[in-house]
């Protein structure tokens, strides 16, 4: 079977299926204002970790408001979760935001 004169041919790699919803269920994690704060407040403490009592203040939100959007950026596989007594500790994931990056700057999110 041949390609119609007017169809494109593909260049690069396209996204899969399996990867396409990974990297959705990634981006609506993100898509939320007070989650981009908590990951740019846990990027910005020293060693990129924070616990979580250092978390609630600045965002304006109740203890149990901030920790459900912890939850779905751990469950995301941002920030993992490291418990010590009675404290949470939240740290960046090495690599995830440039994974994050990196699948959006590839030719397939490419407009063009």
Do not use: F, N
């Not at 919803?21 to 939320?32: G, S, V």
């Not at 965002?59 to 149990?64: I, K, V």
């Not at 408001?65 to 751990?74: D, E, I, M, P, R």
């Amino acid at each position: 079977m041949t390609t119609p004169e007017c169809c494109g041919t593909l260049t690069s790699d396209t996204l899969s299926a399996p990867d396409a919803a990974e990297l959705a269920r990634t981006l609506k994690a993100l898509a939320d204002p007070a989650r981009l704060r908590l990951i740019s407040l846990v990027a910005s403490h020293d060693g990129a970790e924070a616990c979580v009592c250092d978390l609630v203040e600045p965002l304006g939100l109740s203890q149990p408001t901030v920790s459900h959007h912890l939850k779905v950026l751990v469950d995301a596989g941002l920030l993992t979760r490291d418990k010590r007594g009675v404290w949470a500790y939240y740290a960046l994931v090495p690599g995830a935001l440039e994974a994050v990056a990196g699948a959006l700057a590839s030719p397939v999110a490419d407009p063009r």
